[in-house]
């Protein structure tokens, strides 16, 4: 820092810039450069007063052994670019058999010291390689995956280290530990849309004729409730529509045991108003007791597709869309769309931590200072507790929340939707793959997860939930039963429960109720792969699953080589295996399309050695195929991706994409449209008679010049739907992205193409995964602001429901170094049955807590301040609790040694025995050198670290003359020479804090 500025320079070493007057003042004292002279004349005469034998005793340049460290060794002439090289040639970061560490082998402290320096010293090369300017950005990626590997050696290195005098932390030093996840809070009130700038003013779209229904469930009675707005003799706003409501919930009423009437019903509709926007909207105000759900009289018919759009600039993540369509017997219309994502929370704490260095520019030195005294000073005015926790009074904290998130700073995970599908009372389940996390279900994949989401008809979130897997995992298929239970079929390379015992790539089925609760979860756990590609249910609720195996899945089941067709029945509501069939030839036959008829027959879309097949099977007898039609071949990358039934007029249709523009089932179907380009979309329609017949009606194409997809199909009463993308442009449409998603109606008679919607976005691919319908769209509702269907749930408030961990998730505890003790999750466990486990297995040595936030409970666990460590290990095989509810394995210390406070038991450790100590490097989080922003963050981090690990290996020597400043310095009284040089400085820092204008010398700048 310059101790002087010059005013108004321009240039010059002087900063005179030609200019003829100039004004020299103090611009930047750095105080603690005085503190700093006044500190090493202390330091001169206490070294002054020792003795000559402690004088001896303390040797400044090595230690008593003769050993120099690595880094008071000769400094490195190489540039930066010679350093990178080398530590780009390296195979290992921590080498213990390095000829460099010959001469400490025998002291594992020692050692670990010059270990972990030398490693830390090449990730700094690599971070400051990447910080720089001159760095391509190309380069990044390589670099990080380099720091990344060198960063787990020391992490692993450190936790596995048998050392004598030091504890090394990767991370920071820690007292205690708390999940980042929350169980959630069941709400009793509802937020409305906001759709008027003034709740007295007449709502736009209302005629005055639409009628809507509230019902309202208590101890298993509904009450339903009709308001009719023809009731309503004035204006028709927000004031009068909840007026109305609300006279009609209070014109139900009872008579209690004594005879008095009373009013049935709590809830009450009531305005609220948005302060950043001044809009209003209507709010439902319930009790716990009572459930709230709304519907229509009168509702319009929507389509909804899912999709998932990457933007051409591969720094932003793939996110995901619902676009809602309306006008479909017309021309199809796009309306409202719905975006989400996966968040990526590990990631969004490190741009926090980088913004915040960026934003504070604060010279370090005063930083420090400043830091301490706000410490001191809450030491003082809340005592020795300082340091606790002070949220668990009012039970309001979301500090440590992992949702508690500056959306500036939000960095989003790839997320990609898949299927769609839609209940009786209009939610909307969304399926897919993401490497991020939902809310509190926090991903700890090694690839991405199966996620589920549902939403209302407003587009928010009821719900989310991932499968939980440890590995990867792929979602294809998805359907709603008649009781609106979601079930979703894929593939995963994960244990999903205890009972999978081989390691293997599995089909999986989940049925989750409209609650958000698991109802079960299969696993086909067989030696070979098998995948699951869709799925349907019949009458009674049973599951049928179509899909694939490369092997036989039981000893009866044969297998006649390469990929098998798979179809595989399950009790609905228990999921144990009830059938199955495996068939095929030596050729690949693959099951993408699976529907039951109107007698629960199965009709299949099958690829056989690349042919579009259809088959129909008994579905009391998985054996036993009773008719088939072959459409021909897909050609070279064709594939079917959906089927959908119309049983109401016999009618069965399959989609996907083909270059092949003759699937006329050998000359049995007529052919609309005509193959315009290499990939083609297109729908087959067949003809269902009887049980057992089964004709090729059709296929048409959808087709540009360019590339076309169809990736899902619906019919509803006669009539087809089908999503699928393009890079081309429909006749009639504009394309707006790299490629478009598209919705297209066409006759189901025919076959003919009706009407195409071509959609996108501008500088991005959209790509459209699946397609829903629902009879529960636009209504009176989506005018007020409300959804149909129930408006508040209420969730099962557990981890296993909350979180994405599973029953028989685990992780190991230990005290003090003793024997592991495992702590397993049982079905229905909530935090407290979590710390009544911790509590048991800890023998008393810990301290486990669980408090209420405003996002539900949270477990913390800590060490006794006086106490011992406690220790956290990973449950293992892909069954790690820790990461799923978001504790960090490692070591929990005791407050005395997190913060070096002297008790009565060390009072009696003579100095010169009390070496070594515990030391955090604060690496700690998902610091990455991905980019130069963050490389230059991760840089100072490193800094940190290194200086940490040179004061680790000097507390292993005794320092009498660190001892002598810790007691006070030397005795006796200052002369007046020193007295007068002592009242100079305190003069001088009085001053320069006191009169001086600059912003650098406050200490709270």
């Known amino acids: 820092m310059a101790f002087f500025g010059l005013a108004n320079s321009g240039g010059g070493l002087f900063g005179l810039g030609g200019q003829p007057n100039f004004r020299t003042q103090i611009i930047g004292v750095d105080a603690s450069l005085i503190q700093a002279s006044a500190n090493s004349k202390i330091a001169q005469r206490t070294l002054a007063s020792l003795s000559a034998e402690d004088r001896a005793a303390y040797n400044f340049g090595s230690t008593d052994d003769g050993i120099v460290p690595p880094w008071q060794q000769a400094e490195d002439t190489k540039t930066l670019n010679q350093q990178i090289r080398e530590v780009r040639e390296l195979t290992k970061f921590i080498d213990l058999k390095s000829s460099d560490l010959k001469a400490v082998a025998s002291d594992p402290d020692k050692q670990a010291s010059?270990?972990?320096?030398?490693?830390?010293?090449?990730?700094?090369?690599?971070?400051?390689?990447?910080?720089?300017?001159?760095?391509?950005?190309?380069?990044?990626?390589?670099?990080?995956?380099?720091?990344?590997?060198?960063?787990?050696?020391?992490?692993?290195?450190?936790?596995?280290?048998?050392?004598?005098?030091?504890?090394?932390?990767?991370?920071?030093?820690?007292?205690?530990?708390?999940?980042?996840?929350?169980?959630?809070?069941?709400?009793?009130?509802?937020?409305?849309?906001?759709?008027?700038?003034?709740?007295?003013?007449?709502?736009?779209?209302?005629?005055?004729?639409?009628?809507?229904?509230?019902?309202?469930?208590?101890?298993?009675?509904?009450?339903?409730?009709?308001?009719?707005?023809?009731?309503?003799?004035?204006?028709?706003?927000?004031?009068?529509?909840?007026?109305?409501?609300?006279?009609?919930?209070?014109?139900?009423?009872?008579?209690?045991?004594?005879?008095?009437?009373?009013?049935?019903?709590?809830?009450r509709f009531d305005i609220r108003r948005d302060g950043s926007s001044g809009r209003y909207g209507l709010q439902v105000d319930g009790t716990i007791t009572e459930e709230v759900s709304l519907s229509a009289a009168a509702s319009t018919p929507t389509l909804y597709v899912a999709s998932s759009v990457k933007q051409l600039d591969d720094a932003y993540a793939v996110t995901s869309r619902i676009t809602e369509f309306n006008n479909l017997s017309g021309t199809i219309t796009a309306d409202d769309t719905t975006s989400f994502v996966g968040i990526d929370y590990a990631a969004t704490e490190i741009k926090g931590l980088v913004k915040e260095e960026d934003d504070d520019e604060l010279d370090p030195r005063l930083q420090?200072?400043?830091?301490?005294?706000?410490?001191?000073?809450?030491?003082?005015?809340?005592?020795?507790?300082?340091?606790?926790?002070?949220?668990?009074?009012?039970?309001?904290?979301?500090?440590?929340?992992?949702?508690?998130?500056?959306?500036?700073?939000?960095?989003?995970?790839?997320?990609?939707?898949?299927?769609?599908?839609?209940?009786?009372?209009?939610?909307?389940?969304?399926?897919?793959?993401?490497?991020?996390?939902?809310?509190?279900?926090?991903?700890?994949?090694?690839?991405?997860?199966?996620?589920?989401?549902?939403?209302?008809?407003?587009?928010?979130?009821?719900?989310?939930?991932?499968?939980?897997?440890?590995?990867?995992?792929?979602?294809?298929?998805?359907?709603?039963?008649?009781?609106?239970?979601?079930?979703?079929?894929?593939?995963?390379?994960s244990a999903l429960s205890s009972s999978d015992v081989v390691d293997s790539t599995d089909l999986f089925v989940q049925k989750i109720s409209k609650r958000g609760d698991e109802v079960f979860r299969y696993q086909l756990d067989t030696f070979g792969e098998t995948g699951a590609n869709s799925v349907a249910v019949d009458s009674s609720g049973d599951i049928f699953v179509g899909g694939y195996?490369?092997?036989?899945?039981?000893?009866?089941?044969?297998?006649?080589?390469?990929?098998?067709?798979?179809?595989?029945?399950?009790?609905?509501?228990?999921?144990?295996?009830?059938?199955?069939?495996?068939?095929?030839?030596?050729?690949?036959?693959?099951?993408?399309?699976?529907?039951?008829?109107?007698?629960?027959?199965?009709?299949?879309?099958?690829?056989?050695?690349?042919?579009?097949?259809?088959?129909?099977?008994?579905?009391?007898?998985?054996?036993?195929?009773?008719?088939?039609?072959?459409?021909?071949?897909?050609?070279?990358?064709?594939?079917?991706?959906?089927?959908?039934?119309?049983?109401?007029?016999?009618?069965?249709?399959?989609?996907?994409?083909?270059?092949?523009?003759?699937?006329?089932?050998?000359?049995?179907?007529?052919?609309?449209?005509?193959?315009?380009?290499?990939?083609?979309?297109?729908?087959?329609?067949?003809?269902?008679?009887?049980?057992?017949?089964?004709?090729?009606?059709?296929?048409?194409?959808?087709?540009?010049?360019?590339?076309?997809?169809?990736?899902?199909?619906?019919?509803?009463?006669?009539?087809?739907?089908?999503?699928?993308?393009?890079?081309?442009?429909?006749?009639?449409?504009?394309?707006?992205?790299?490629?478009d998603a598209f919705v297209a109606r066409l006759n189901g008679s025919t076959g003919v193409v009706e009407d195409i919607e071509q959609y996108g976005e501008g500088l991005a691919g959209s790509t459209a995964g699946g397609i829903a319908f629902t009879n529960r769209g636009n209504s009176v509702l989506e005018t007020l602001g409300l959804p149909q269907g129930t408006v508040q749930i209420d969730e099962t408030l557990d981890i296993q429901t909350q979180t994405s961990a599973k029953v028989d998730d685990f992780f190991y505890l230990s005290i003090d170094g003793g024997t592991k003790k495992r702590i397993e999750l049982d079905e229905g466990d909530t935090f407290d049955d979590l710390a009544r486990k911790i509590r048991i297995a800890g023998f008393s040595k810990l301290k486990v807590d669980v408090s209420s936030t405003d996002e539900g409970q949270k477990l913390k666990i800590s060490a006794l301040d006086d106490g011992v460590a406690i220790e956290l290990f990973a449950g293992k095989d892909g069954r790690d609790l820790l990461s799923r509810i978001g504790i960090d394995p490692g070591r929990i210390l005791p407050k005395n040694e997190v913060f070096d406070i002297t008790t009565d038991k060390d009072k009696d450790i003579k100095p010169e025995d009390d070496t070594g100590g515990v030391f955090g490097l604060g690496l700690d989080g998902a610091i990455h050198i991905g980019d130069k922003q963050t490389a230059k963050y991760v840089l100072g981090l490193l800094d940190t670290a290194v200086s940490t690990v040179q004061r680790a290996y000097r507390s292993l020597t005794y320092n009498p003359l660190i001892e002598q400043l810790k007691n006070g310095g030397p005795k006796g009284t200052a002369s007046p020479y020193q007295q007068a040089q002592l009242a100079n400085l305190q003069t001088g820092l009085a001053r320069l804090q006191s009169g001086a204008s600059s912003s650098s010398l406050s200490l709270f700048a």
């Open 114 to 267: 010059f270990a972990v320096f030398k490693a830390l010293s090449n990730l700094r090369i690599l971070a400051e390689y990447a910080s720089a300017d001159t760095t391509s950005s190309a380069s990044l990626k390589r670099l990080n995956e380099q720091f990344q590997a060198g960063l787990a050696e020391v992490r692993d290195y450190l936790s596995t280290a048998q050392l004598e005098k030091l504890e090394l932390f990767l991370g920071e030093k820690q007292y205690k530990t708390e999940t980042s996840a929350r169980l959630g809070k069941n709400e009793t009130g509802f937020d409305g849309s906001l759709v008027a700038s003034n709740p007295n003013e007449a709502l736009a779209g209302l005629t005055g004729t639409e009628v809507f229904t509230v019902s309202i469930t208590k101890s298993g009675e509904t009450d339903n409730i009709e308001i009719d707005l023809s009731e309503i003799s004035g204006t028709l706003s927000l004031n009068s529509i909840k007026d109305l409501v609300n006279s009609k919930i209070e014109a139900l009423t009872a008579l209690d045991d004594e005879g008095e009437e009373y009013i049935k019903h709590q809830t």
């Open 549 to 739: 195996t490369k092997s036989g899945i039981s000893a009866t089941s044969g297998f006649a080589g390469g990929q098998d067709a798979l179809i595989v029945k399950l009790s609905g509501a228990t999921g144990t295996l009830v059938d199955s069939n495996v068939f095929g030839t030596s050729d690949n036959e693959v099951i993408r399309g699976i529907a039951v008829d109107e007698n629960d027959n199965l009709v299949l879309a099958i690829e056989e050695d690349g042919n579009a097949v259809v088959r129909r099977v008994d579905g009391s007898d998985l054996t036993n195929q009773t008719a088939s039609v072959d459409f021909g071949s897909l050609g070279l990358g064709g594939s079917i991706q959906g089927i959908s039934i119309d049983n109401t007029n016999g009618k069965v249709y399959i989609a996907g994409v083909t270059t092949n523009g003759g699937l006329d089932a050998g000359g049995a179907a007529a052919v609309n449209g005509s193959a315009a380009g290499a990939f083609e979309g297109f729908v087959s329609g067949l003809t269902l008679s009887g049980a057992s017949d089964l004709a090729a009606d059709f296929t048409s194409y959808l087709s540009t010049s360019s590339t076309d997809r169809v990736a899902d199909v619906t019919v509803v009463d006669g009539v087809v739907y089908v999503a699928g993308s393009t890079s081309g442009t429909f006749s009639g449409e504009t394309a707006r992205g790299s490629t």
């Open 368 to 493: 420090e200072m400043r830091d301490k005294f706000l410490a001191d000073a809450k030491t003082k005015v809340l005592g020795e507790d300082a340091t606790e926790d002070d949220d668990d009074a009012d039970g309001t904290d979301n500090t440590s929340s992992l949702t508690n998130i500056d959306s500036a700073n939000k960095v989003n995970a790839d997320t990609t939707a898949k299927r769609i599908a839609t209940d009786s009372e209009g939610g909307i389940y969304v399926v897919g793959t993401s490497a991020g996390s939902f809310g509190h279900q926090l991903n700890a994949a090694e690839g991405e997860d199966v996620f589920l989401t549902k939403f209302d008809s407003e587009g928010n979130v009821v719900f989310s939930r991932l499968l939980g897997v440890s590995g990867t995992a792929s979602v294809q298929g998805i359907t709603v039963d008649a009781d609106d239970n979601v079930i979703l079929v894929g593939q995963t390379d």
